[in-house]
């Protein structure tokens, strides 16, 4: 009986340094891609490009900042060269005018990497929007009442010819403290938060409500505390832009949850990752 046991046991374990041989055999193909980050906004007067080195699935590549490329921006009629700045490469809008209808071609090459190009056709701005205000309504915490104000978003706008699409979101200033090196330090930032993902057709069937965090009462009084503004968004895209940020807003609601459905990112990016995009941003403080 014992030899059988020893027996057994050295079989398993012969089992087990094969698995390990065989998943440490597996090679799974990697190709190094420029990553592209650039959204065309006619309300800003800076066009920004981001671009860094893809990261394989198993290695040490760490997908840093490419700072030696030639990054190019074209509207058909004149191209312009976009000059590193630290970890981006910039233009102002003077030097590459955004006109509603046109299509922008950019292209970018660096050494040890194929080149890139991507194309984006800058949508006609959409107009009408106004945000209904839906009241207060709170929510009992253990030792506070947390307050917040809802608004509806209502669009009376003209029907485009072509498709349009749209994020609705929030975003607030936040102050966090942490402890470094033995003393707490305060880190403060912005959060972003997409609620919504929605045509143009689908935002006129179905109004979306946002909830703006206001603050919190105590059960004692009704003095406001913790005040907070926020501000209500509307982002609208071009095609490329929409897919590409609904799809990230849905891997970041996964987390870090190993049994979730891995998420696909979208890229029209022709030898390369990442997005060319065009968006509007529209937001409004509150209170």
């Known amino acids: 009986?014992?030899?059988?046991?020893?027996?057994?046991?050295?079989?398993?374990?012969?089992?087990?340094?094969?698995?390990?041989?065989e998943v440490d055999s597996v090679l799974i193909p990697y190709e190094r891609k420029l990553v592209?980050?650039?959204?065309?906004?006619?309300?800003?007067?800076?066009?920004?490009?981001?671009?860094?080195?893809?990261?394989?699935?198993?290695?040490?590549d760490s997908g840093a900042f490419i700072r030696n490329a030639v990054v190019q921006l074209s509207n058909g009629q004149r191209t312009v060269t976009l000059p590193p700045r630290s970890d981006v490469y910039r233009i102002t809008t003077?030097?590459?005018?955004?006109?509603?209808?046109?299509?922008y071609t950019l292209t970018a090459s660096a050494p040890d990497f194929p080149r890139l190009e991507a194309s984006c056709t800058l949508?006609?701005?959409?107009?009408?929007?106004?945000?209904?205000?839906?009241?207060?309504?709170?929510?009992?915490?253990?030792?506070?009442?947390?307050v917040y104000r809802s608004y509806t978003l209502l669009w009376n706008g003209a029907v485009a010819v072509e498709p349009q699409y749209f994020a609705i979101g929030r975003q607030w200033a936040?102050?966090?403290?942490?402890?470094?090196s033995g003393r707490d330090t305060v880190i403060n930032g912005l959060e972003t938060r997409w609620d919504y993902f929605k045509?143009?057709?689908?935002?006129?069937?179905n109004s979306p409500t946002v909830r703006a965090y206001l603050g919190r009462v105590s059960s004692r009084d009704?003095?406001?505390?913790?005040?907070?503004?926020?501000?209500?968004l509307i982002l609208q895209c071009d095609r490329n832009a929409y897919e590409f940020l609904k799809a990230s807003a849905l891997q970041l609601q996964?987390?870090?949850?190993?049994?979730?459905?891995?998420?696909?990112?979208?890229?029209?990016?022709?030898?390369?990752?990442g997005v060319f995009g065009a968006i509007y941003l529209r937001r409004r403080t509150i209170p």
């Open 1 to 21: 009986m014992k030899i059988l046991v020893a027996v057994l046991l050295f079989l398993s374990l012969i089992g087990c340094l094969a698995c390990e041989q």
């Open 123 to 146: 949508p006609a701005a959409a107009n009408g929007f106004s945000w209904r205000d839906e009241g207060l309504s709170y929510i009992q915490r253990p030792l506070s009442v947390t």
């Open 36 to 60: 592209l980050e650039c959204y065309l906004n006619p309300n800003d007067q800076v066009i920004q490009v981001t671009l860094r080195s893809n990261q394989p699935m198993l290695g040490t």
């Open 222 to 232: 009704s003095v406001l505390r913790s005040p907070r503004s926020t501000d209500l």
């Open 94 to 103: 003077r030097q590459m005018p955004l006109v509603a209808g046109a299509t």
């Open 174 to 180: 936040f102050s966090d403290s942490t402890a470094v």
């Open 199 to 205: 045509t143009g057709e689908e935002l006129r069937l």
């Open 254 to 273: 996964n987390g870090n949850n190993p049994f979730a459905e891995p998420t696909l990112i979208p890229s029209s990016v022709k030898n390369g990752l």
